[in-house]
T-cell receptor, first 115, second 111 residues
Framework: ETGVTQTPRHLVMGMTNKKSLKCEQH?????MYWYKQSAKKPLELMFV???????ENNSVPSRFSPECPNSSHLFLHLHTLQPEDSALYLC??????????????FGPGTRLTVT | LAKTTQPISMDSYEGQEVNITCSHN???????ITWYQQFPSQGPRFIIQ???TKVTNEVASLFIPADRKSSTLSLPRVSLSDTAVYYC????????????FGAGTTVTVRA
């Protein structure tokens, strides 16, 4: 248990569906992240929120839409995805202070399959 | 972000000590060195972080020489459950929210 939860753990969706991934952190952290990890590839940073403000959008297609309503919750809204979007989507949080920016706590991930 | 280089894979046996060295020749004065562990289909787990000399916790030790151009993660007496990918990251201490995980080192522990 890292203090970061993600739901659902598994998701299968068609290319025309709309779904959302949810992340919640119980650590009192100030920053939250979305990462994508495709099979046998390094983690790819997607979005970063610091104090509920988006500070990074790493050239992510618009079919992925993040939302951070407060410092404890982060969503990733999905619509009209492509099969190549199938991957493990990971949420992380960090205290966001000094060197502790690099002390990230990850959730278990959502395994997404796009059919 | 300073570029890091680490071996792609390492094999070991249960009970042995595993040392993974990461090169970061362009490390900046205010950069910290951080290591993560990742099991298949799970998120990475923060293991240890250091700036210089030696840092030890209940999981591992991190050795950083005086020139800080490399670092070594030491895993004492590994078990089968230590089989994972280990990532070395280097970055600045202030508002450096980006992490670059790279390919990491796949450590395989055999019985």
């Amino acid at each position: 248990e890292t203090g970061v939860t993600q739901t659902p753990r598994h998701l299968v969706m068609g290319m025309t569906n709309k779904k959302s991934l949810k992340c919640e952190q119980h650590l009192g952290h100030n920053a939250m992240y979305w990462y994508k990890q495709s099979a046998k590839k390094p983690l790819e940073l997607m979005f970063v929120y610091s104090l509920e403000e988006r500070v990074e959008n790493n050239s992510v297609p618009s079919r992925f839409s993040p939302e951070c309503p407060n410092s404890s919750h982060l969503f990733l809204h999905l619509h009209t995805l492509q099969p190549e979007d199938s991957a493990l989507y990971l949420c992380a949080s960090t205290p966001g202070q000094g060197a502790r920016w690099h002390e990230q706590y990850f959730g278990p991930g959502t395994r997404l399959t796009v059919t | 972000l300073a570029k890091t280089t680490q071996p792609i894979s390492m094999d070991s046996y249960e009970g042995q000590e595993v040392n993974i060295t990461c090169s970061h020749n362009n490390i900046a004065t205010n950069d910290y060195i951080t290591w993560y562990q990742q099991f298949p289909s799970q998120g990475p787990r923060f293991i240890i972080q250091g700036y210089k000399t030696k840092v030890t916790n209940e999981v591992a030790s991190l050795f950083i020489p005086a020139d800080r151009k490399s670092s070594t993660l030491s895993l004492p007496r590994v078990s089968l459950s230590d089989t994972a990918v280990y990532y070395c990251l280097v970055g600045a201490r202030s508002n450096d929210y980006k992490l670059s995980f790279g390919a990491g080192t796949t450590v395989t522990v055999r019985a």
